[in-house]
């Protein structure tokens, strides 16, 4: 299970940091990540970290978030700044047991419900 924390309504330049924490089998998780959907659009991927802590963003992202994983506390953070309005949407953790190197969150098989995050210009 994977519940995330951190949403919120923030103006056009602001920073929100996102939560997850992974529960029951998390001790095989591989790779996490985190992907967005925005009202009336596809899931897109955002950030993902696999198990040799290389890490994807997509580009739009790129310099203004961060993604950062605690494998202790079975949790994954996503620091993001300079937040613009095209960021609304509700952010999704995702994690995989077996991922190989993934380079695209919507790809890992576990997913949470989400936290909002509206930003407003």
């Known amino acids: 299970q994977l519940v995330e924390s951190g949403g919120g309504s923030v103006q056009s330049g602001g920073s929100l940091r996102l939560s997850c924490v992974a529960s029951?089998?998390?001790?095989?998780?591989?790779?996490m990540g985190w992907f967005r959907q925005a009202s009336g659009k596809a899931p897109e991927g955002v950030a993902v970290?696999?198990?040799?802590?290389?890490?994807y963003y997509k580009d739009s992202v790129k310099g203004r978030f961060t993604i950062s994983r605690d494998k202790a506390k079975n949790s994954l953070y996503l620091q993001m700044n300079n937040l613009k309005p095209d960021d609304t949407a509700m952010y999704h953790c995702?994690?995989?047991?077996?991922?190989?190197?993934?380079?695209?969150?919507?790809?890992?098989?576990?997913w949470g419900q989400g936290t909002l995050v509206t930003v407003s210009s």
């Open positions: 970290i696999n198990d040799d802590d290389s890490i």
């Open positions: 029951g089998k998390v001790a095989n998780i591989e790779c």
């Open positions: 995702a994690a995989d047991e077996d991922c190989g190197t993934a380079y695209d969150a919507t790809a890992l098989d576990t």
